[in-house]
C-alpha cells in the first residue's frame, strides 16, 4: 500500500511538473468529429509550411494540428512570457517531445560552470548585489519556467571586464561585472535581463546543442572549463596591499572570461544566430515597454547605491586594464551619488596622480585621501603611500616624511597580524632613507 501511495505522488509529480500552459477554444469551423460550438484544449501553436500557423489540440493521446480559422480561442489572457512560450515553443515540443537528455546534460553543465567560477574565484559575491537581482528577475518572471521540471530564475555576477551576458536553459542567468557597472538605471538592467529570460523561454540554447554534434559541444565545455580553472589560478581577490583589485586579477580575469566568451559559450548553445539575437533584443525590450515600466522599481540614485560594490570593483579592474577614462567615470558615478569609499577615492587619486602632473591634479589627488582619510569605514594603510608620493611630487618633503611614516606603521601592523609585508616595508624604509 505504501508503495502504491509513493507511486501514486510520484506521478502526480511528474504530471504538475509537465503541467504546461493551455488555452481554451470553442470550434466555430467543423473538422475531424468536432462540431460547430464544441469546447476544445488548444496546447500550443506551430507555423505551417505555407508560413501561416496551425493550432495544436490533443485527440486520443496524439497531438493533432488544426488551421487557426477552425477555432476561436478564449479571451483569457496569458502572461507575457507563457504568451511567448505557448507561441513560440509549446507546438514544437508537444510534436517531438521535450529533449530530456539534452537537458540533463545542460543543467549539468550548469552546475559544473558555476562551481568552477566559485573554485577559481570568478564569482562576484556580494549579498545585497545578489539579493537586488534576484528580486528584480523574479519581479521580471515571478512564475516557474515552462520546462520538464520545475525551473526558477537565478543570477550570478561573474566577475570581468567584457560586457557580456549568457544564460542556460535551466534559468541560470550570468551577467559580468563590466555589464552591470556599466547600466545607468534599473530598467537598462531589467531590459538586458528580460533579453536573457527570451532566451530561456524561447529555448535558443536547446535549438542550438540539436543541430550541434554530442562530442563536440562536449569537448568545447570541458576545454573551456579547464582553461577557466588554468588561468584563474592566479586571482586573488582579498586584495594585496588593502586595494579592492591588483594587477594579477586583471590578467587572470581578463584571460579566463575570454575563454569563457569563446568556448564555453558555444558549448552551453549560447552563440546565438543573428535571428535569436533580433528575438531576444526586441522579446525583452518589448517587456521593459509594456511590463516593466508598469512596475514599482528603484530610482538612479537607490540602483546605483544596490550596485556600488561593482562600480567599485569594475573601476580597480579598469584602472588595472589601462582604462583609466572608464575608471574615473565609475569613480565620478560614486562620488556623485555620495556613497563613494576610501577605496574609491584612494582610486581616484592613483588616476589623477598617474595621468597628470599639475599643481591642480596633485591638490586635487590630495584632497582625495584627505576625503578618504575622514570617512573611517575601514582603516586603509595604501593611502598613507599615496598621500606620500604626492607629497614627494610637489616637493613638501616634511609631509612626505609624516605620511611614509604612517604608511610604515601600518604596514609592521599588518605584517604582525600575519600578513607578508616585508618587500613592501623594505621599500618605504628605502624611500625614508634616500629621499627624505
Known amino acids: 500500500m505504501k508503495k502504491l501511495y509513493f507511486s ?13 500552459v493551455t488555452i481554451n477554444a470553442y470550434v466555430q469551423d467543423k473538422f475531424s468529429g468536432y462540431k460547430e460550438g464544441d469546447s476544445v484544449r488548444i496546447y ?27 477555432v476561436k480561442a478564449s479571451n483569457a489572457t496569458l502572461g507575457f512570457w507563457d504568451h511567448l512560450w505557448f507561441y513560440n515553443r509549446a507546438g514544437e515540443v508537444y510534436i517531438n517531445g521535450w529533449d530530456d537528455n539534452i537537458r540533463n546534460d545542460m543543467q549539468s553543465d550548469c552546475r559544473d560552470f558555476v562551481q568552477n567560477l566559485q573554485k577559481n574565484q570568478l564569482l ?39 560586457v557580456q551576458s549568457f544564460s542556460f536553459d535551466n534559468g541560470t542567468i550570468v551577467i559580468s561585472t563590466a555589464l552591470l557597472a556599466g547600466m545607468k538605471s534599473e530598467s537598462e538592467l531589467a531590459e538586458a535581463l528580460a533579453k536573457e529570460v527570451t532566451n530561456i523561454v524561447l529555448e535558443h540554447n536547446l535549438v542550438n546543442l540539436k543541430h550541434q554534434i554530442r562530442a563536440q559541444r562536449a569537448a568545447n565545455f570541458w576545454t573551456g572549463l579547464a582553461a577557466v580553472a588554468s588561468t584563474a589560478a592566479a586571482v586573488n581577490s582579498a ?32 552563440k546565438y544566430t543573428n535571428e535569436q539575437n533580433t528575438a531576444a533584443f526586441n522579446d525583452g525590450h518589448l517587456f521593459v515597454t509594456t511590463e516593466y515600466n508598469k512596475m514599482e522599481h528603484k530610482t538612479p ?49 592613483k588616476i589623477y596622480r598617474t595621468l597628470y602632473n ?19 569605514i575601514v582603516k586603509l594603510v595604501d593611502l598613507s603611500k599615496e598621500e606620500g608620493l604626492l607629497y614627494l611630487r610637489i616637493g613638501d618633503k616634511v609631509k612626505a616624511k609624516t605620511a611614509f611614516q604612517e604608511y610604515l606603521a601600518g604596514l609592521e601592523e599588518l605584517q604582525s597580524k600575519g600578513d607578508d609585508c616585508a618587500t613592501e616595508i623594505k621599500w618605504v624604509r628605502n624611500i625614508l632613507y634616500k629621499n627624505i
Open 239 to 270: 586584495a594585496k596591499g588593502n586595494d579592492k583589485f591588483t594587477f594579477d586579477d586583471a590578467l587572470a580575469v581578463t584571460a579566463a572570461t575570454a575563454i569563457i566568451s569563446n568556448s564555453i559559450v558555444e558549448g552551453i548553445g549560447a
Open 301 to 349: 540614485d537607490e540602483f546605483n547605491r544596490i550596485i556600488s560594490e561593482v562600480l567599485s570593483y569594475t573601476a580597480w579592474q579598469n584602472f588595472y586594464a589601462l582604462n583609466y577614462t572608464e575608471s574615473m567615470k565609475l569613480i565620478n558615478r560614486l562620488e556623485n551619488a555620495g556613497i563613494a569609499t576610501e577605496d574609491d577615492y584612494l582610486l581616484k587619486a
Open 124 to 162: 562576484f559575491d556580494d549579498a545585497y548585489v545578489l539579493d537586488y537581482l534576484s528580486q528584480l528577475v523574479h519581479k521580471i518572471c515571478p512564475t516557474k519556467l515552462n520546462k520538464p521540471r520545475d525551473n526558477y530564475l537565478n543570477v550570478y555576477v561573474m566577475k570581468s571586464n567584457d
Open 358 to 376: 599639475t599643481d591642480e591634479s596633485n591638490y586635487e589627488a590630495l584632497r582625495c585621501i584627505k576625503t578618504a582619510k575622514g570617512i573611517g
Open 8 to 20: 501514486l505522488i510520484l506521478l502526480c509529480w511528474f504530471l504538475a511538473a509537465h503541467a504546461q
Open 44 to 70: 500550443g501553436f506551430v507555423k505551417n509550411p505555407e508560413g501561416q500557423g496551425d493550432f495544436l489540440i490533443k485527440k486520443n493521446d496524439d497531438y493533432k494540428r488544426i488551421p487557426v480559422s477552425k
